[in-house]
């Protein structure tokens, strides 16, 4: 399988600093880049690359809190994952099964992100600086020819197919709690006074229940990870006409989405990250449609997760 990547990240039009950050993690070779390092394209062995059998982490990081809080909690929330996840290769590498016998790959990231909600819930406790900062958490878990989403907070994640886009992941805010109780509507959503208001982030309370889904990947698939500073500036469909007409430049996409948003106000922070995957592992879809299955923690055996066969494709 090849990827082909690009990301990027920019503080917008009216704040005066940037709380949000990315990471493209290939576990096998540990090879990775972050919003963090101030460098407008990656590494050149990320740029297109196949990931080994460790398999590949791509994560969006919205931060929030007073001062410089919302930077230090997403920059945590993207440096615990990174080290969870390669503590969890090597600890697999000690062992005959290596990547094979293992825990899932979207098990291991599951618990990275306990671990990340637990580092920063700590930090904002034991320094009053950092006091009730948070951090949104969309990463992605590529394994073979899964894809696997693990959600805290209202960052988003898309996958792009053909001619369709479909939502991966499901914001975790109060307005899509409204929506889900049929209060308002869809696109009343979109312009509530309370639509920035998300009910669960990375370091706001001790214990957290991130939302995991996942989707088979077919070759030619595009993945969109995204912060709200570009969800909230455009519809899906407009997100994939750009990524389409961009055709195989991921960085004109990123940086046209980037224009578009901050074009539309660029009241907030805006992060794009895009993955293509092709090759001949992947098998050619055979239509546009995108299923995505819920997974949820398994009761019968800790920190792993079990799917929802007759759940196909349960989010908007």
Known sequence: MIVELHAQTNVGRVR??????????????ARGW???????TPPAELLRFEPGPHGLVLVVSDGMGGALAGDVASRMAIESVREKMLNGVASSDSDAGAATNGPALVDRLFNATGYANHEIHRKSLEDARCSGMGATLTAAAVSGQTLDFVQVGDSRAYVVRGKQIKLATKDQSLVQQLVDVGQITELDAETHMFRNVILQALGAQRDLTPVVTRVHLRRGDTV??????????????????????????????????????NQRGGEDNITVLLARFDGAPLAPPTSDDIAIEQLEPDDDEDNTL???EDDTSPLP
């Open 16 to 29: 005066q600093g940037n709380e949000d950050n990315f990471l493209a993690l290939d576990l096998s070779t």
């Open 224 to 261: 969109l990870l995204c912060s709200d500073g570009l969800s909230g500036k455009m519809r899906a469909e407009e997100m994939r006409e750009i990524v389409a007409q961009a055709e195989t430049d991921l960085t004109i996409a990123c940086q046209q989405l980037i224009e578009l948003a």
């Open 306 to 308: 079990s799917g929802h």
């Open 34 to 40: 972050t919003g963090s390092d101030n460098v407008s």
